[in-house]
């Protein structure tokens, strides 16, 4: 027996289904897969046994068996029915894969049949009936897949294995079901109901990527049928029910997969990026959504239930639902945890079975996930009290608030809020498992992890040739990619920022010509990416010159001043020999100058910074003495002209007065 639980606790997940009204999330243990279960509940798949092995089981009421091997290393269980009867694969000592049966506590090698060396039994009926596929491989074998796993094994067969075909086991007769031409390449025989009716797929031989191509064929009593076309460029039925309806997927030219039904001569399509998987006598739907390109199941997978014409995601983030019984129950598998679920209704409740928290930055706790209080509550609906263990966390996830105790009464509710802290990109899977009366409940917790780039200047404007640091800092592990700096007229890099650059690190730069420059880094990390900018401008030099006075007397000083911006040197030109003008200059600064014979002298001052300049220029007229100004300028003369003409009309004014006898 692997993973026992006690046997009288697992009643709590069959009585009193009355009072249920809420489904939870029961684990089956770290390292199974599930594939079929029962109406009564009974479950088969396999069990991780250690160095790449794997066990058939078949669990009911918290119990798991291990059914064995035929003599080898590994087994798995794909299929069982309602008598609890399981098929699937089981290694012969030789490390042959044998489809087998196992009944009455027995399993029994169901042999071989036209020169099949590989046999996998993938569906039984009420009557013990298997089917499955069948092929002439020879040593070393392939590892045995399940029907779920229908791409990677129609590529197999399409691209390098050999033919394939359909058998029958009825009444202890092996028999081949059906076989297609060579030419016609193989039929993988996948579901069987209670009416004997069988389902396979083919795939059309030599192959390659993208690969197969073949289409979803039924079998009914001998007369082999073409199913409706989906208008897919692959076609897998995988499923049917004791009313005929067929379930499967297939992949679309762009290798996207949809989830179809095969019923009353057509087809549905469930939708883009879905597989369905087992259908049950009612017309439920299981299966998967959010399946990634060529039938990638990853952690952003979740399960579906397709009923009524309507599709209802089933809350297990990270997991799909392989199989349901008539009563609804449900088999997921989350194959990131590596942990397999049933799904059914349970007089205690944990809930809600899945929580996602959106995005986070990775490294940091996020602070407003998407589910709010990330609470998981747990209701007790039975009449008894309930011991509860201490909460156990898969992944980046932790405890915020616990208000459960050791305990809970019969009707008390407690909860168990959770925060998210991601521990690197794309979807962070995990899940909260706690020990309720001897189960194990769980909940499924997911969310996305982002990067972060920071990218700074020690300067947003310097001058041509001057240095300046650029900064940076991205997600540990994070492959980053830097653009935006100078670039030639042939867009070859004129500087060292260009090119691959590590997640952090920092780089001196010079420019050597005025730009407008967008510094910028782009990081990836798995599928996430994130980019920061530095704007740096890059300024051409300027200077300014000016003179005290415009006008001056020769002989006498004037004062030069002059400013320049962004500039790594000066010269100076013009000016009148011997004034010390000419000549290296300061990028800032003044100097007197005068000149000694009168005219308007030019000044000049000319700025560099590489191979760009400035230039500024000002004028000083000089004026000699009794030329217009002496040492008196023009307009203390006029002042001095206007006085003295105030003065002599004054004068003439008192001598009139005068003569006319006024004193």
């Known amino acids: 027996m692997l993973a026992p639980c006690a046997a009288g606790t697992a009643l709590?997940?069959?009585?009193?289904?009355?009072?249920?009204?809420?489904?939870?999330?029961?684990?089956?243990?770290?390292?199974?897969?599930?594939?079929?279960?029962?109406?009564?509940?009974?479950?088969?798949?396999?069990?991780?046994?250690?160095?790449?092995?794997?066990?058939?089981?078949?669990?009911?009421?918290?119990?798991?068996?291990?059914?064995?091997?035929?003599?080898?290393?590994?087994?798995?269980?794909?299929?069982?029915?309602?008598?609890?009867?399981v098929t699937g694969y089981a290694l012969t000592p030789a490390g042959a894969p044998h489809a087998f049966l196992y009944s009455g506590h027995v399993m029994t090698d169901l042999g071989t049949v036209a020169g099949a060396t590989e046999l996998v039994g993938t569906a039984i009926n009420a009557s013990g009936e298997v089917t499955g596929y069948a092929a002439a491989t020879p040593a070393p074998y392939p590892p045995p897949l399940s029907p779920q796993n229908a791409l990677v094994v129609a590529e197999w067969f399409g691209a390098t294995g050999p033919q394939g075909f359909t058998f029958l086991y009825a009444q202890g007769q092996l028999t081949q079901l059906i076989a297609r031409p060579p030419s016609m390449g193989s039929a993988i025989g996948t579901g069987i109901n209670d009416g004997g009716s069988v389902v396979a797929f083919e795939v059309y031989p030599g192959c390659n990527i993208p690969c197969p191509d073949g289409g979803a064929y039924l079998d009914l009593g001998g007369t082999v049928s073409a199913l409706a076309d989906p208008s897919l460029f692959f076609a897998a039925a995988l499923a049917i029910n004791t009313a005929g309806q067929v379930v499967g997927w297939g992949e679309d030219d762009s290798a996207y997969d949809h989830g179809l039904?095969?019923?009353?001569?057509?087809?549905?399509?469930?939708?883009?990026?879905?597989?369905?998987?087992?259908?049950n006598t009612s017309g439920q739907i299981v299966g998967a959504q959010k399946v990634g390109l060529y039938?990638?199941?990853?952690?952003?997978?979740?399960?579906?239930?397709?009923?009524?014409?309507?599709?209802?995601?089933?809350?297990?983030?990270?997991?799909?639902?392989?199989?349901?019984?008539?009563?609804?129950?449900?088999?997921?598998?989350?194959?990131?945890?590596?942990?397999?679920?049933?799904?059914?209704?349970?007089?205690?409740?944990?809930?809600?079975?899945?929580?996602?928290?959106?995005?986070?930055?990775?490294?940091?706790?996020?602070?407003?996930?998407?589910?709010?209080?990330?609470?998981v509550t747990i209701t007790n609906g039975a009449a008894s009290t309930q011991s509860l263990g201490m909460p156990?966390?898969?992944?980046?996830?932790?405890?915020?608030?616990?208000?459960?105790?050791?305990?809970?009464?019969?009707?008390?509710?407690?909860?168990?809020?959770?925060?998210?802290?991601p521990s690197g990109p794309d979807t962070n899977a995990g899940q909260l498992s706690i020990a309720i009366g001897g189960?194990?409940?769980?909940?499924?917790?997911?969310?996305?992890?982002?990067?972060?780039?920071s990218l700074q200047s020690s300067s947003a404007t310097v001058g041509i040739g001057v240095p300046f640091t650029l900064t940076w800092s991205a997600t540990a592990g994070a492959t980053c990619s830097a653009s935006g700096g100078a670039?030639?007229?042939?867009?070859?890099?004129?500087?060292?920022?260009?090119?691959?650059?590590?997640?952090?690190?920092?780089?001196?730069?010079?420019?050597?010509?005025?730009?407008?420059?967008?510094?910028?880094?782009?990081?990836?990390?798995?599928?996430?990416?994130?980019?920061?900018?530095?704007?740096?401008?890059?300024?051409?030099?300027?200077?300014?010159?000016?003179?005290?006075?415009?006008?001056?007397?020769?002989?006498?000083?004037?004062?030069?001043?002059?400013?320049?911006?962004?500039?790594?040197?000066?010269?100076?030109?013009?000016g009148v020999t011997g004034d010390g003008w000419a000549g290296a200059k300061a990028v800032s600064g003044s100097a007197a100058v005068k000149a000694s014979a009168a005219g308007v002298v030019a000044y000049t001052?000319?700025?560099?910074?590489?191979?760009?300049?400035?230039?500024?220029?000002?004028?000083?007229?000089?004026?000699?003495?009794?030329?217009?100004?002496?040492?008196?300028?023009?307009?203390?003369?006029?002042?001095?002209?206007?006085?003295?003409?105030?003065?002599?009309?004054?004068?003439?004014?008192?001598?009139?007065?005068?003569?006319?006898?006024?004193?």
């Open 12 to 85: 709590l997940l069959l009585t009193h289904l009355a009072r249920a009204q809420t489904s939870s999330l029961i684990d089956l243990g770290s390292g199974t897969s599930a594939y079929g279960i029962n109406a009564s509940g009974q479950i088969t798949g396999c069990l991780s046994g250690g160095n790449g092995a794997t066990h058939a089981f078949l669990y009911q009421a918290g119990v798991t068996i291990d059914l064995g091997t035929l003599g080898g290393s590994s087994s798995c269980g794909y299929a069982l029915n309602a008598n609890g009867q």
């Open 487 to 574: 670039l030639a007229p042939n867009n070859a890099p004129l500087d060292a920022w260009t090119g691959t650059k590590p997640s952090s690190g920092s780089l001196m730069l010079s420019e050597a010509a005025a730009a407008s420059l967008d510094f910028t880094l782009t990081c990836t990390d798995g599928s996430q990416m994130a980019s920061a900018h530095a704007p740096v401008t890059i300024a051409p030099p300027t200077v300014k010159l000016s003179a005290a006075a415009a006008s001056q007397a020769v002989g006498q000083p004037d004062t030069l001043t002059w400013t320049s911006s962004y500039a790594t040197s000066c010269s100076a030109t013009g």
């Open 439 to 453: 189960m194990v409940y769980a909940a499924l917790l997911s969310g996305v992890g982002t990067d972060t780039v």
């Open 392 to 421: 156990a966390l898969i992944g980046p996830f932790g405890v915020a608030k616990d208000t459960c105790a050791s305990s809970l009464a019969p009707g008390a509710t407690c909860g168990i809020s959770l925060d998210f802290t």
């Open 295 to 375: 039938d990638h199941i990853g952690p952003e997978v979740d399960g579906f239930i397709y009923r009524a014409g309507a599709m209802q995601s089933l809350d297990i983030p990270g997991a799909y639902a392989a199989g349901i019984n008539d009563n609804g129950w449900i088999v997921a598998n989350n194959p990131t945890l590596g942990h397999a679920y049933l799904l059914s209704p349970t007089v205690v409740s944990v809930a809600p079975t899945g929580l996602s928290f959106g995005t986070g930055v990775i490294g940091v706790t996020a602070s407003s996930p998407t589910c709010g209080a990330c609470t």
């Open 261 to 279: 039904l095969f019923a009353n001569g057509s087809v549905i399509d469930l939708g883009q990026n879905t597989e369905a998987f087992a259908i």
């Open 605 to 663: 001052l000319t700025c560099l910074a590489g191979s760009a300049t400035a230039k500024a220029t000002t004028s000083v007229s000089y004026n000699a003495p009794g030329g217009g100004g002496g040492g008196l300028s023009g307009s203390v003369l006029t002042l001095l002209a206007a006085l003295a003409l105030r003065g002599g009309v004054t004068r003439g004014k008192a001598a009139a007065r005068r003569s006319a006898g006024c004193n």
